[in-house]
């Protein structure tokens, strides 16, 4: 699964914070090819990266800075690259974060991810299987063929709050938890981002994966 030649290559960035297995399981099933990188050389030629992400925001944007993938993405978001940010991934695209005390984020989309704090009695992690909804869906390409009320999985302690004021033209899909409306989904142009992870989604996963390949 290393064929760098042909641009339906799906470049997967490692940078420490990621079920990469699961996520390359996961495009195997749908027998697409994928490869692994650890450094922004190995992305020379793919036109589809993830960036993937599970855990603290402050490490996530530290190693991609140290390990220089954050100036390449910039550069790849600029030169009409698609990318999908997933959970982690989709929170370290936005502006910067509450978490560790404000750290910076990739600043690709502006908005700024906060703790799942309702002032409810909730459960923070949120955890489980929630359903998709929103307007935008039907004109996101990401979930083309997704109905509403489709269900994928949440594992996240906090959540993206895109500023609307300055990104007029994002696209959004929610999701609910602890009564309140939050991001699930955004789409600007030739970014994509979801909270939730596809590679864990079960067959609606599979086809937003597959969606995402076929951009």
């Not at 960035?13 to 650890?38: C, H, M, P, Q, W």
């Not at 991934?89 to 908005?111: F, H, N, P, R, V």
């Not at 955890?127 to 489709?150: A, R, V």
Request: glycine fraction near 10%; charged fraction near 20%.
């Amino acid at each position: 699964m290393k064929n760098l030649a042909t641009q339906n290559v799906i470049g997967i960035i490692d940078y420490g914070l990621g079920n990469i297995f699961s996520i390359e399981r996961a495009f195997e099933i749908i027998g697409v090819d994928t490869v692994v990188v650890k450094s922004p050389e190995m992305l020379k030629g793919i036109e589809k990266i993830v960036l993937p992400g599970v855990g603290n925001f402050n490490e996530g944007i530290n190693n991609l800075n140290n390990l220089g993938f954050s100036d390449y993405i910039q550069r790849h978001v600029e030169s009409n690259g698609f990318i999908l940010g997933i959970c982690l991934g989709m929170q370290l695209l936005l502006t910067s974060s509450s978490e560790g005390g404000g750290a910076k984020g990739l600043d690709i989309i502006k908005g700024k991810v906060r703790l799942l704090d309702f002032n409810t009695p909730c459960s923070v992690p949120h955890i489980g299987w929630n359903d998709l909804f929103g307007p935008d869906i039907s004109q996101i390409k990401l979930f083309n063929e997704i109905e509403t009320g489709s269900a994928c999985y949440f594992v996240h302690s906090y959540h993206a709050d895109i500023d609307i004021d300055i990104d007029i033209d994002i696209r959004k899909v929610y999701t609910e938890h602890c009564g309140n409306n939050i991001l699930a989904a955004y789409n600007k142009g030739n970014v994509y981002a979801v909270q939730f992870h596809p590679e864990k989604s079960q067959n609606i996963g599979l086809k937003i994966l597959k969606n995402f390949v076929r951009l």
